[in-house]
């Protein structure tokens, strides 16, 4: 018996040892929790199409993370302190970097603090920008360009492109 209990106390010890251990790849004295030395790192998917029916993104929630989102091909780094990039609020093929950054709008780029790019194909950069409109621009400080193609600069400062239409 006292050889079970020997056997599994330094069987626990091992093992919680090596999961407080940093794993290498090309290194053998790894500096961080993984770490890859002189080397290119790549993540892919088999080929099946991107489309809305994603599955959830490998973490959601608040926290600080670099993620890709492999079945929307998305990738985001930065803290979020909401539900910013949960599933239903990341764009296909998006960007998004920083601090409460919201991409969703598909190959829609969001950097910065606070900034919103919603429409297909739009860029909203710096601090609390809105892009809104499909191949809208939005960048500067409290700027929001509402229409399709629409682009604002500045600070607190709007533009809204009316969609075309008969007279």
């Not at 290119?40 to 029916?53: E, K, Q, R, T, Y």
């Not at 606070?114 to 194909?121: L, R």
């Not at 409109?133 to 009316?162: E, L, M």
Request: net charge positive; with cysteine.
């Amino acid at each position: 018996m006292k050889r079970k209990i020997s056997v599994f106390v330094l069987s626990s010890v091992i093992c919680l040892t090596a999961a407080a251990q940093n794993v290498g790849i090309g290194t053998t004295t790894p500096a961080a929790r993984l770490h890859v030395l002189d080397s290119s790192v790549v993540f892919s998917v088999p080929a099946p199409p991107i489309n809305s029916l994603a599955g959830d993104p490998p973490i959601s929630g608040f926290g600080r993370r670099m993620m890709w989102y492999a079945d929307k091909a998305a990738f985001r780094v930065g803290y979020v302190e909401n539900a910013n990039w949960n599933k239903e609020n990341t764009g296909l093929y998006s960007f998004g970097a920083g601090l409460d950054n919201l991409a969703i709008g598909e190959g829609s780029v969001s950097m910065g603090i606070s900034t919103y790019a919603i429409g297909e194909g739009s860029v909203a950069l710096n601090t609390q920008t809105y892009a809104t409109g499909r191949s809208s621009f939005a960048t500067g400080i409290q700027t929001n360009a509402v229409g399709a193609n629409s682009a604002a600069f500045g600070a607190s400062c709007g533009v809204s492109v009316p969609a075309a239409g008969p007279p």
